[in-house]
């Protein structure tokens, strides 16, 4: 299923980009990718609060 974000709070505060896509596969990895350059992706198997990372 491709969503653009995970919670519907973070869809609010930025604005609809039909640019930028993800899914979750079967192991419950991630995949963010460019919808017009389709060798543009990224893909991960955690996630991390942003506020963690600072």
């Known amino acids: 299923m491709t ?10 505060k930025f604005p609809t980009d039909e640019r930028y896509a993800s899914f979750s596969d079967e192991q ?4 963010i990718y460019d919808t017009q350059n ?3 992706w ?6 991390v609060e942003l506020a963690a990372m600072a």
């Open 3 to 12: 969503t653009k974000y995970e919670n519907s709070d973070r869809m609010q």
């Open 28 to 31: 419950g990895a991630v995949v």
């Open 38 to 40: 389709n060798s543009a």
């Open 42 to 47: 990224i893909q991960s198997d955690d996630n």
